[in-house]
């Protein structure tokens, strides 16, 4: 059964020779281009729909744009737009004209500054901050031992209530900034217009969780091994 489950983490195939990015290319057994046709066939039906095909044909240009000298051989990419400059390029790509700004309170400063990029492109913006509703915690059960400030007023975090506070203003394309692990899935499980992440949260690597993995072989060597009582 292990066999059946993809694992393409564990696929030890040279680039250039995997089965997904060279037709006819090999795969181990556990290999989805290989063995699993028919659901790759049935996902490649979703781009038949004209907004998908036209979503997937924009976000592809808009990743080859991200490099030049791609027409030179032998090829070496050279990256030369940050993801700032994506996200503002791809939702003109796609004609959209109202984006929405769902972020986190803690970064209330930055969402300040993406939302003034974004007007200079030409955009309208819808920003919702978290807190939003000032709705108590104890609405979804917490407990004053399980808050962020034991013994005080909390706010819970409502991704619920952003997701659809933007749908209500008509936005046309969302754009995460910080937002909690889970509150964000809750705003993707709600939000009805596609949405993109700009920033995700990391409290202790300055918003940038990719440093832990960087460093697993020195100072995050800890997560190699199975967590103990403690979580640590």
Do not use: W
Not at 25 to 33: D, I
Not at 89 to 114: H, P
Not at 132 to 160: L, Q
């Amino acid at each position: 059964m292990s066999e059946l489950i993809p694992s393409c983490t564990k696929c030890s195939v040279k680039a250039t020779e995997r089965a997904c990015r060279v037709q006819g290319g090999k795969g181990p057994a556990f290999c989805p281009t290989r063995k699993m046709e028919e659901v790759v066939k049935k996902a490649g039906e979703a781009y038949s729909e004209p907004a998908t095909y036209e979503f997937a044909r924009q976000a592809s240009i808009q990743e080859a744009e991200c490099y030049i000298n791609r027409d030179k051989t032998p090829g070496v990419k050279h990256p030369v737009k940050p993801r700032l400059q994506e996200v503002c390029e791809f939702a003109g790509r796609m004609g959209y004209k109202r984006l929405g700004v769902a972020f986190c309170s803690g970064l209330k400063e930055e969402a300040t500054a993406l939302s003034k990029v974004l007007e200079n492109y030409g955009f309208e913006v819808v920003s919702v901050i978290c807190k939003v509703g000032c709705t108590p915690k104890e609405e979804i059960g917490i407990t004053d031992s399980e808050k962020c400030n034991v013994g005080k007023f909390e706010a819970m975090c409502s991704p619920v209530a952003q997701a659809e506070i933007l749908n209500e203003a008509g936005a046309d394309f969302n754009i995460l900034l910080g937002l909690c692990v889970g509150h964000d899935s809750l705003f993707f499980k709600h939000a009805e217009a596609p949405t993109t992440v700009f920033a995700v949260k990391d409290r202790v690597l300055g918003h940038n969780p990719l440093a832990a993995v960087y460093n697993l072989d020195s100072y995050y060597e800890r997560f190699k091994k199975s967590p103990g009582p403690d979580g640590l």
